[in-house]
């Protein structure tokens, strides 16, 4: 026979690391393209690399060979075009990449929620126990005075 009944709460803690390698393992290939994309397109080398390939070519244009007459009309569309597919493809990256996240948070709650239950369990039967102890020293003939000065 036991005093303490133990409510289990149903969450059974995971590896959010591996929930997400996982998932992502799973995911198809448009996603794992997206991924990909996102990775490299949001290097700093990436920028570096555009950034290059622009004062380069302005530089080639001024000094060298003149095939592309100021305003630059073909380095615009060259640097404009690409930029909405990958926009939305790195947009797209971004939110499978921030399914880790949720995945995270989610685990949080239920690690919390599940904590917190715990708590109130105990916190309920040290009160249950707080009752059964007080009424021994009340039939022992302690009054809850006694009892509290001999705590400090």
Known sequence: ?????????PHKPVNVNEKHRQEQSESGLNQRIAVGMTHVFQSM???WGIVAWIVLWI???AT???FDPMPWPLLLCLASVPQLPLMIVIMVGQGL???????MAEEAFQTTTKSYQDIEQIMEHLAKQDKVLMA???KQGISLNQLLEDKS
Not at 97 to 103: A, D, F, V
Request: proline content about 0%; aromatic content about 10%.
């Open 59 to 61: 530089l080639a244009n």
């Open 1 to 9: 026979m036991s005093l303490f009944h133990h409510r289990i709460h």
């Open 136 to 138: 021994i020293a009340e």
């Open 64 to 66: 060298i060979a003149h």
């Open 97 to 103: 990449l921030g399914r880790h996240q949720e995945i």
């Open 45 to 47: 080398w990436t920028f």
